[in-house]
């Protein structure tokens, strides 16, 4: 019979409810997705420069990678709920502070403190709760949960850029922190900490035997904390794979009104919805490609879509001025296939290392995304100066990369993964 949650709720049905609760919190995360429409009033109201916004991008990320094993840690001591909760504070007074305090240190302080203290702790406690919720549907449901962050961004980006046009760059922090937060609050109340060890009705963990290597004679699947997470081999190659695979595809969501206008020379209002092309194909790819992976394999499917985004990547090398559609096909192609980095890296250490241990484990593993963020933007800044074809060679090279390693990772580890099959249950009887 599925758990209960207290006042006699069943889990399997009101865990649907916390599903929406995540969905609604990755969409207010989305709002990250906007750093490209910040650049250009950055440096023309509070006196940044090109290469100040890109250094603040890059802390900006390496303090997000350390908030995040800090998160991992809160997550697992205080529940998700409380976790969840403190990431919602956070978020309120960052808006506050980046709107009121209109200069570089008032920036720096909402935007690299406090929201992305939020978002460190948001994204964890969001994929522990669905991973411990949705075992059996863990593909799929993290990647609808997933597409928050970047279907948010379709519309995310075009009403901040509505705030900044019709009020001002520093006023449009009051009106998105006042519209996120409200979202906030409807999400927390839907938040659920689920019990040690659920299993929805109908459904066992294979048994370490069951999901032994008979070729190799290899151990099967078993729960695996941090330290025994970095002895296995496999661990490094899967921390390898984002870094590589992701540079590009970060370049195309937080950079992109950026990089059109320079290369395709769009206005700052067509770049906005650029953004919104470019996180439509994200969304779109977490959607199906997650879905698909529960059916085909995470890591039979890995490779081959890392190898197409790679040929995606050099076609953008061939975007100039004028090519504004050519170059919003091509980066939506790259996004969608891009997408499967944010629908797989979840699912995937949950596959390898197992739920018990997942918080830790999967703030550890998602430092390898926080280094790809720190490379992109200055390859970006490189395509200034140099040429934006060299930039996506590299990013395209380093998706090529990506998809062998995923093959590699597919060879060590395809037999031996955590795994749901269905049990019979029996029919429940209620006594009179």
């Known amino acids: 019979m599925g758990a209960r949650l ?34 250009n009033p950055m440096i023309s109201e509070r006196g940044a420069t090109p290469e100040l916004m890109a250094l603040y991008y890059t802390i900006l990320t390496v303090i997000y990678a350390g908030m995040t ?39 720096v302080l909402g935007a690299l403190i406090f929201h992305n203290f939020q978002q460190a702790i948001a994204y964890v406690a969001v994929y522990a709760m669905i991973a411990k919720l949705f075992p059996d549907k863990k593909g799929t449901c993290m990647a609808i949960v997933g597409m928050g962050t970047t279907g948010g961004g379709i519309f995310m980006a075009p009403l901040a850029q509505y705030f900044i046009d019709t009020y001002s760059f520093s006023l449009q922090f009051f009106w998105m922190g006042g519209i996120l937060t409200i979202l906030g609050i409807v999400a927390y109340f839907m938040a659920i900490d689920p019990p040690e060890g659920y ?27 941090w330290k025994a997470m970095l002895k296995d081999p496999a ?68 490779p081959v879509i890392l190898g197409v985004q790679g040929i995606f990547l050099l076609m953008l ?27 797989f890296t979840g699912p995937l250490v949950s596959d390898l290392f197992g739920n018990k241990y997942f918080p830790f484990n999967f703030s550890i593993v998602i430092q390898a ?44 580890r395809n037999n031996r993964l955590e795994v749901y099959k269905k049990v019979a249950v029996e029919q429940e009887t209620t006594a009179e």
């Open 6 to 39: 207290a006042g006699g709720r069943n889990l399997d049905t009101t865990r649907w409810f916390a599903m929406i609760s995540g969905l609604l919190i990755m969409i207010a995360v989305s709002y990250a997705y906007c750093w490209s429409l910040f650049q």
């Open 69 to 107: 094993l800090v998160s991992g840690k809160i997550v697992e001591k205080v529940g998700i709920r409380k976790s969840v909760l403190m990431a919602l504070v956070a978020y309120a007074i960052g808006f506050v502070v980046v709107g009121a305090w209109q200069t570089l240190g008032g920036f």
């Open 199 to 225: 299993l929805p009705k109908g459904y066992a963990l294979a048994s370490e035997e069951e999901t032994k290597d008979e070729e190799t004679g290899k151990p099967g699947f078993v729960q695996k904390d």
């Open 235 to 302: 661990f490094y190659v899967l921390f390898c794979i984002p870094v590589f695979a992701a540079v590009g595809y970060m370049i195309l969501l937080f950079q992109m009104s950026w990089v059109a206008q320079d290369i395709v020379k769009v206005t700052a209002a067509q770049g906005a919805w650029l953004v919104s092309a470019s996180t439509i194909g994200s969304t779109a790819g977490k959607l199906v490609l997650g879905t698909l992976s529960d059916k085909l394999g995470r890591l039979n499917m890995l």
């Open 317 to 343: 090398m061939r975007a100039g001025e004028g090519d504004a559609i050519y170059f919003m096909i091509f980066a939506v192609l790259t996004t969608f296939c891009g997408a499967s980095m944010a629908a």
């Open 369 to 412: 995304p926080a280094i790809a963020s720190i490379i992109a933007p200055w390859l970006a800044a490189f395509g200034t100066t140099n040429g934006f074809g060299f930039t996506f060679a590299v990013a395209g090279g380093m998706s090529f990369l990506a998809a062998v390693l995923a093959f590699v990772l597919r060879k060590m």
